[in-house]
């Protein structure tokens, strides 16, 4: 992820989880004109390579239309329909070894016909999988792609709307650099715009990034992952379960419902109420016993919480009648029920 943004690509077009999900492990040439009028003479007689392509599936769009759309130019960013067919046809072959379960190329199955990408012609040659790894090349190196990557990445560290000023600066280190990611990524972190006011703490945290952090604040014990697993399911992000191949979205958009937020507060509540016993703080996290003042007590888990964080004044009213309302209470209940609180604040939900 810090390197080159055309070997990031290439490397995930051969993989194999990328082959077999957008079902390219399968594309291969449709049969040609010759092939057809062949198939249709041959009858009970039909040649063995005839029938293994007939048995076969045919020519797959799937990963050509993705790796248009949302792997380098962007959705309908100068390309047609045409060009998503073409760019499947140059890619035929491309597949798995069913042994290794590592990239295969197979010559048989590959369209060696013209082609013609984005207004460039592709002869007709035998040159194996190189016509594809030039293709794959050619659109990492593109303006658009440029854009584009600067776009989400600059939407992911910035804000949800990023200046649009920011964005062009930022794909012209991408064009100059040849999609080096790491001075791309040093390129937002300098930019002016990376510090500025409006943009701290802008962007909504995911389920998985609430999740990981609320850990994380709480210095968790983790003895059994499962019920983070379970929770990230309900909440409606699970590992490695995402049906579209878009991904899950970063925007606030995707996630900032009532029903996302209540699931938060559960999981909040459930970790400070010690339902969910396979996920415990340590005894070490407390304030201890011998500090008795409300207050103090309260001071010392917002910094162990949410330290530096400057909370709203409805944050903090909720935490004086948290206070008024544990009087008489022990201590570790009272700092039980101020996490809670913390973990599901508005403040915590932000980056």
Not at 103 to 115: A, G, I, N, S
Not at 156 to 176: C, G, S, T, W
Not at 267 to 272: G, I, K, N, T, Y
Request: aromatic letters at 10%.
């Amino acid at each position: 992820t810090f390197g080159k943004f055309a070997d990031f690509l290439m490397d995930s077009a051969k993989h194999p989880a990328m082959l077999i999900y957008l079902d390219n492990q399968y594309s291969q040439k449709p049969l040609n004109k010759a092939e057809k009028e062949a198939l249709a003479a041959a009858g009970p007689n039909t040649p063995a390579r005839l029938r293994q392509l007939t048995r076969q599936r045919g020519l797959n769009e799937n990963y050509a239309r993705e790796l248009l759309e949302l792997h380098t130019l962007g959705v309908d960013n100068g390309y047609t329909q045409r060009d998503v067919w073409e760019t499947a046809r140059v890619l035929t072959g491309w597949t798995i070894d069913r042994k290794s379960f590592t990239f295969m190329f197979r010559p048989e199955v590959h369209d060696l016909d013209k082609k013609k990408v984005l207004g460039t012609t592709i002869r007709a040659n035998n040159s194996g999988p190189i016509e594809g790894e030039r293709l794959i090349i050619g659109l990492a190196e593109d303006k658009r792609t440029a854009g584009f990557i600067a776009l989400k990445m600059c939407r992911y560290l910035v804000d949800d709307n990023p200046p649009e000023e920011m964005v062009a600066r930022v794909a012209k280190v991408f064009l100059k650099t040849e999609g080096d990611l790491r001075e791309v990524t040093r390129a937002i972190i300098y930019d002016p715009e990376f510090f500025n006011p409006k943009f701290f703490r802008s962007k909504f945290k995911t389920p998985f990034e609430f999740t990981v952090s609320m850990l994380r604040a709480l210095d968790c014990e983790v003895e059994n992952i499962q019920p983070i697993f379970d929770s990230l399911r309900t909440m409606r992000q699970p590992i490695y379960h995402c049906e579209d191949p878009t991904g899950y979205y970063d925007t606030a958009e995707a996630w900032l419902d009532p029903g996302v937020l209540a699931l938060r507060w559960q999981l909040a509540l459930d970790m400070c109420t010690a339902r969910k016993p396979a996920l415990r703080i340590p005894k070490d996290f407390f304030v201890p016993d011998t500090v008795e003042d409300h207050a103090e007590i309260r001071r010392q888990i917002i910094d162990k919480i949410v330290p530096g964080t400057q909370l709203s004044s409805t944050t903090r009213k909720v935490l004086d009648r948290i206070c008024e309302n544990s009087q008489g209470a022990d201590s570790r209940t009272l700092q039980l029920r101020l996490m809670g609180i913390l973990l599901g604040c508005p403040e915590f939900q932000r980056q």
